[in-house]
């Protein structure tokens, strides 16, 4: 039986890909890359260092690691500037009402993001106290697909991955859910995926019927 769920972040609690796309075009403009929409969407769910690498791959001249730090540093300084413009009024919808209703039936929840400014966004939105456990980028080493967020997010509830169930919009995070042995749930972007054991329009869907108990 299901005991826990984990929750990516950005997509799924809250949308902050506008915000992130204005970061980035700052940082292609300035440097001449070209950017735009389809190029951000391959950043979801991928970290910093790494989103920054796919934008420089199609640049004309090669970056040293000291260049791609500054360039990283910059990225992240405009986008926590943009991030003081999030409020309550910023969470998804279904997302509060979801909440609650897992803890009425006693399920352990929990946030497990890439981002390192995860614990900022959601205090911004007034969510920071509304978890059982937060792991984010500052927790980990190793970014989406791979599991460690999963993994050490299900620790910190003390749950077996089996008893952990994953609601993710991107197929990165999926496939870390899969990695981490746990359930997975496709919303978003992430509804089409072939790899999810279970696809939803929207969050609000997640307790209808138990879909977060429905393996079939």
């Not at 299901?2 to 440097?31: M, R, Y």
């Not at 981002?115 to 939105?125: E, F, M, P, V």
Request: with cysteine.
């Amino acid at each position: 039986m299901i005991k826990g769920v984990i929750f990516d972040l950005d997509g799924v609690i809250v949308s902050t890909d506008d915000l992130h796309f204005e970061a980035w075009q700052f940082i292609a403009n300035q440097e001449g890359i070209p950017f735009d929409r389809t190029i951000n969407h391959q950043l979801r769910g991928v970290s910093r260092m790494e989103s920054l690498e796919i934008i420089l791959s199609r640049a004309s001249k090669v970056y040293s690691n000291d260049e791609k730090q500054s360039l990283a540093t910059q990225k992240n300084e405009f986008y926590v500037r943009l991030l003081d413009q999030l409020s309550e009024a910023d969470i998804l919808p279904g997302v509060k009402e979801t909440i609650r209703l897992l803890k009425q039936q006693n399920i352990k929840i929990a946030i497990g993001s890439s981002s390192k400014n995860a614990r900022k966004i959601l205090k911004k939105i007034g969510l920071l106290d509304s978890f059982d456990a937060i792991i984010d980028g500052n927790d980990i080493t190793y970014s989406k697909p791979h599991p460690e967020v999963f993994i050490k997010a299900g620790q910190a509830l003390g749950l077996k991955p089996e008893q952990c169930a994953v609601v993710e919009d991107a197929e990165a995070g999926i496939l870390a859910a899969k990695n981490a042995k746990m359930f997975a749930i496709g919303i978003g972007p992430a509804s089409l995926s072939k790899m999810a054991d279970k696809t939803l329009l929207g969050i609000n869907e997640l307790l209808v019927g138990q879909a977060f108990l429905d393996n079939k």
